[in-house]
């Protein structure tokens, strides 16, 4: 099955810092989403991001299809972007139409 | 507001009982979905459902049971058979376009819950 791969696994920032976090997958795929787990586990959709690029204030998204890979851009970092980042797929090939998860970046942002 | 409410946030239990953790959602989304996190991993696929009447099993459906009556509600029972059941379980939900792979998820707060 498609494997999902993100890095880096931990990132720690100071407040005000750029990042950017990258998500692999190895087989094309038509859907690709961006979720945010806060410490508290609360899971945000960020981004809905099959192809193409999306902001959303001080975050955005590129998901390269050909390349298999997505990007997940965070500007100017603050405290509450501390948490843990997870890219997810659905492959386009065959009949399984479960989210793939990846296992996630960690990014603790300190002030 | 719209959501997906999960009852009870924090759950603790016995071995040998049975619990079963609420979902409730009122996106008058169609499909629906528990997974299960625990420390330091990904989320992992109990069960779906993508209509009333009708639900699938994930990855890992052992020792677990569902229920899809209606279409806001999803509860999941966590059977005395889940050999290790301790872990925070997350429900969610997303509209059922006739293809589920192009709809984004939704999530609940989450349920932990702790077996002893």
């Known amino acids: 099955g498609i494997q999902v791969e993100q890095s880096p696994p931990d990132l720690i920032l100071q407040e005000g810092a750029n990042s950017t976090l990258r998500c692999n997958f190895s087989?094309?795929?038509?859907?690709l989403q961006w979720f945010h787990q806060n410490p508290w586990g609360q899971l945000i959709n960020l981004f809905y991001i099959p192809s193409g690029t999306k902001q959303n204030g001080r975050l955005s998204a590129t998901t390269v299809a050909t390349e298999r890979y997505s990007l997940l851009y965070i500007s100017s970092s603050q405290t509450t972007d501390s948490g843990v980042y997870f890219c997810?797929?659905?492959?386009?090939?065959?009949?399984?139409?479960?989210?793939?998860w990846g296992l996630g970046t960690s990014l603790a942002v300190n002030p | 507001d719209g959501g997906i409410t999960q009852s009870p946030k924090y759950l603790f239990r016995k071995e040998g009982q049975n619990v079963t953790l609420s979902c409730e959602q009122n996106?008058?989304?169609?499909?629906m979905y528990w997974y299960r996190q625990d420390p330091g991993q990904g989320l992992r696929l109990i069960y779906y459902?993508?209509?009333?009447?009708?639900?699938q099993k994930g990855d890992i459906a052992e020792g677990y049971s569902v229920s899809r009556e209606k279409k806001e509600s999803f509860p999941l029972t966590v059977t005395s058979a889940q050999k290790n059941p301790t872990a925070f379980y997350l429900c969610a939900s997303s509209i059922r376009t006739g293809n589920v792979k192009n709809s984004p998820l939704h999530f609940g707060n989450g349920t932990r819950l702790t077996v002893t």
């Open positions: 997810a797929v659905v492959a386009n090939a065959g009949n399984n139409r479960k989210l793939i």
């Open positions: 459902s993508q209509i009333v009447n009708d639900f």
């Open positions: 087989d094309s795929v038509n859907n």
């Open positions: 996106l008058n989304h169609d499909a």
